[in-house]
């Protein structure tokens, strides 16, 4: 071992020398510095492995998912790391037919790279190579958060089996993205926040009165957080912030408006004017709460996305929903529909998959009740360029040989549907005992109607059960802010990254076993407070 990866690991050892991987998700693991980088750690991660590659090998087929090539969401800010500079990480995991996902591998993009999409399409085949074991056929997939249009398509039009997803998570945030860009309400609202916000902060005699009324209304007093200057309107994470600080402090700042202070101000500054009168103008305030209001709404149901970890033939219902809540959207606070669609549209088509109206049509969960009491598959929801598509994809995904007996069973599924009785059975729902939410009692009925009760349905069945397990997110195991921090501390140690790699494995293991996808960055960050002494 290297004298820099050994001192690197002996970073860890303070306290006792002992460190507790508890909160990764090893439970009553105790490490010592010597332990670390030796035969525990070792023993422990070939363990975690067998088992993965065990469940892995019992399966018939998967789907490869991988999270973190977006910027954004594998990154350190330098706030953590100093110095300017960022650590990515992309995390790659199997997802089963029965439900279950184990993790397969971390990859380390390197500090404030760019990664191309020509390395992310490496990087997905050769985890693709190395996890087959009976032939790449057996991966049936990718969902991934970038590189939807290049690595993703690439790797599905050389391998014609392959179904390759853009995350849906990843969707709905970058179409918050979208509505800064294209919505003038938008670029209006962040304009008019950063003037206020600015000069708020940065006049003394206006500063010290908001003040003032902080400590009056909330007890506490703090400048308004705005964009960092080089960036400006153009970071719409920060203007979410900026936003929410002036709807938080609307009180103080009313209040400051009306001081005589910041009046004897205004008559001599005419930009003190302008924001008085901003400020004193109810349009201001509705137009702040209704761009708060639209990125709540997207951002819940990304949040939803990410805790339920929807299945692909659930995209086209959840876009629905989608578009259903912004035209409420647009009659609550009286805005214009035709805009916001069109941004909505657009969003939606860069995002869609063919794959998202075929797993509608064959999962017998959205299977629909006629009038003479048959359960048929909902092609009527469905544009005529979607159900072009279905037949397109089912032609692309079994032989040329199979390709007409499939087409003339969708036939048959589209008239005659499930018997109601399996139909019933399948959509049947409980309570969840803790959210209250009504779910699928059964979440593997829909597969295993098609490999048991389907069975005439040769060429279409094969299909149905290798598309409608697909994930349509790539969300999962997410490393925190202070694993990332202290990954990043090991620098090019290829000792240090080795045992890195081992231990992102041990605690995505035990956390995919208890199904535990939470980010709790309060207790790592104890633990690596801990570990740098």
Not at 250 to 274: F, H, I, N, Y
């Given at each position: 071992?290297?004298?820099?990866?050994?001192?690197?690991?002996?970073?860890?050892?303070?306290?006792?020398?002992?460190?507790?991987?508890?909160?990764?998700?090893?439970?009553?693991?105790?490490?010592?510095?010597?332990?670390?980088?030796?035969?525990?750690?070792?023993?422990?991660?070939?363990?975690?492995?067998?088992?993965?590659?065990?469940?892995?090998?019992?399966?018939?087929?998967?789907?490869?998912?991988?999270?973190?090539?977006t910027r954004?969401?594998?990154?350190?800010?330098?706030?953590?790391?100093?110095?300017?500079?960022?650590?990515?990480?992309?995390?790659?995991t199997?997802?089963?037919?029965?439900?279950?996902s184990?993790?397969?591998?971390?990859?380390?993009?390197?500090?404030?790279?760019?990664?191309?999409?020509?390395y992310?399409?490496?990087?997905?085949?050769?985890?693709i190579?190395?996890?087959c074991?009976?032939g790449?056929?057996?991966?049936?997939?990718?969902?991934?958060?970038r590189?939807k249009?290049?690595?993703?398509?690439?790797?599905?039009?050389?391998?014609?089996?392959?179904?390759?997803?853009?995350?849906?998570?990843?969707?709905?945030?970058?179409?918050?993205?979208?509505?800064?860009?294209?919505?003038?309400l938008?670029?209006?609202?962040?304009?008019n926040?950063?003037?206020?916000?600015?000069?708020?902060?940065n006049?003394?005699?206006?500063?010290?009165?908001?003040?003032?009324?902080?400590?009056?209304e909330?007890?506490?007093?703090?400048?308004?957080?705005?964009?960092?200057?080089?960036?400006?309107?153009?970071?719409?994470?920060?203007?979410?912030v900026?936003i929410?600080?002036?709807?938080?402090?609307?009180?103080?700042?009313?209040?400051?408006?009306?001081?005589?202070?910041?009046?004897?101000?205004?008559?001599?500054d005419?930009?003190?004017?302008d924001l008085?009168?901003?400020?004193?103008?109810?349009?201001?305030?509705?137009?702040?709460?209704?761009?708060?209001?639209?990125?709540?709404?997207?951002?819940?149901?990304?949040?939803?996305?990410?805790?339920?970890?929807?299945?692909?033939g659930?995209?086209?219902?959840?876009?629905?929903?989608?578009?259903?809540?912004?035209?409420?959207w647009?009659?609550?606070?009286h805005?214009?529909?035709?805009?916001?669609?069109?941004?909505?549209?657009?969003?939606?088509?860069?995002?869609y998959?063919?794959?998202?109206?075929a797993?509608?049509?064959?999962?017998?969960?959205?299977?629909?009740?006629?009038?003479?009491?048959?359960?048929?598959?909902?092609?009527?929801c469905?544009?005529?360029?979607?159900?072009?598509?279905?037949?397109?994809?089912i032609t692309?995904?079994?032989?040329?040989?199979?390709?007409?007996?499939?087409?003339?069973?969708?036939?048959?599924?589209?008239?005659e549907?499930?018997?109601?009785?399996?139909?019933?059975?399948?959509?049947?729902?409980q309570?969840?005992?803790?959210?209250?939410?009504?779910?699928?009692?059964?979440?593997?009925?829909?597969?295993?109607?098609?490999?048991?009760?389907l069975?005439?349905?040769?060429?279409?069945?094969?299909?149905?059960?290798?598309?409608?397990?697909?994930h349509?997110?790539?969300?999962g195991?997410?490393?925190?802010?202070?694993?990332?921090?202290?990954?990043?501390?090991?620098?090019?140690?290829?000792?240090?990254?080795?045992?890195?790699?081992?231990?992102?494995?041990?605690?995505?293991?035990?956390?995919?076993?208890?199904r535990?996808?939470?980010n709790?960055?309060?207790?790592?960050?104890?633990?690596?407070?801990?570990?740098?002494?």
């Amino acid at each position: 071992m290297s004298h820099v990866g050994l001192s690197q690991f002996q970073a860890l050892g303070t306290q006792s020398s002992k460190l507790s991987l508890r909160k990764w998700g090893c439970r009553g693991m105790m490490i010592s510095r010597k332990e670390i980088c030796g035969s525990r750690l070792d023993a422990r991660y070939e363990e975690a492995k067998n088992e993965a590659e065990a469940r892995i090998r019992d399966a018939m087929f998967f789907q490869i998912a991988s999270d973190g090539w977006t910027r954004s969401s594998s990154k350190v800010h330098a706030a953590f790391l100093g110095g300017g500079r960022e650590a990515g990480l992309v995390n790659l995991t199997v997802n089963l037919p029965n439900g279950t996902s184990v993790y397969r591998r971390a990859v380390f993009t390197g500090d404030g790279q760019q990664v191309l999409s020509k390395y992310a399409e490496e990087v997905l085949w050769e985890t693709i190579t190395d996890t087959c074991w009976s032939g790449v056929q057996q991966c049936v997939g990718i969902v991934a958060d970038r590189f939807k249009n290049k690595a993703l398509r690439n790797l599905e039009n050389q391998n014609h089996w392959m179904v390759n997803l853009a995350c849906l998570y990843q969707g709905l945030n970058s179409l918050i993205k979208d509505f800064y860009r294209e919505l003038p309400l938008f670029k209006n609202v962040a304009e008019n926040c950063l003037k206020l916000a600015n000069y708020v902060n940065n006049e003394s005699q206006i500063r010290c009165s908001f003040r003032k009324y902080q400590l009056q209304e909330y007890g506490y007093a703090g400048l308004l957080r705005v964009p960092v200057r080089d960036q400006g309107i153009s970071d719409f994470e920060s203007v979410c912030v900026m936003i929410e600080d002036i709807i938080a402090y609307a009180r103080a700042l009313q209040s400051t408006v009306l001081d005589e202070s910041c009046k004897v101000v205004s008559m001599e500054d005419p930009m003190a004017r302008d924001l008085e009168e901003m400020v004193r103008d109810v349009g201001f305030w509705n137009d702040l709460e209704a761009v708060r209001s639209l990125v709540t709404l997207v951002k819940e149901m990304a949040h939803e996305i990410v805790t339920e970890r929807p299945l692909v033939g659930q995209c086209l219902p959840l876009w629905n929903e989608l578009r259903a809540k912004v035209k409420d959207w647009c009659a609550k606070f009286h805005i214009s529909e035709g805009l916001v669609e069109n941004v909505v549209e657009r969003r939606f088509k860069k995002n869609y998959h063919p794959a998202w109206a075929a797993a509608y049509i064959l999962d017998p969960l959205y299977l629909i009740r006629d009038t003479s009491g048959k359960y048929l598959p909902p092609f009527k929801c469905l544009t005529h360029q979607q159900e072009k598509d279905v037949d397109k994809l089912i032609t692309r995904l079994v032989t040329r040989e199979q390709a007409p007996m499939a087409l003339m069973e969708l036939m048959k599924w589209r008239t005659e549907g499930l018997d109601p009785v399996y139909a019933q059975a399948v959509q049947s729902k409980q309570r969840d005992p803790i959210t209250g939410k009504m779910r699928i009692a059964n979440p593997q009925s829909s597969r295993l109607v098609w490999e048991t009760y389907l069975t005439e349905f040769k060429s279409l069945g094969k299909v149905a059960i290798r598309l409608i397990f697909l994930h349509a997110t790539s969300r999962g195991f997410r490393c925190n802010s202070s694993f990332l921090r202290w990954v990043h501390a090991l620098g090019n140690s290829r000792v240090g990254m080795d045992g890195a790699q081992k231990m992102i494995f041990i605690a995505a293991h035990a956390k995919f076993e208890r199904r535990d996808f939470s980010n709790d960055d309060e207790k790592d960050a104890e633990l690596f407070a801990a570990a740098n002494g």
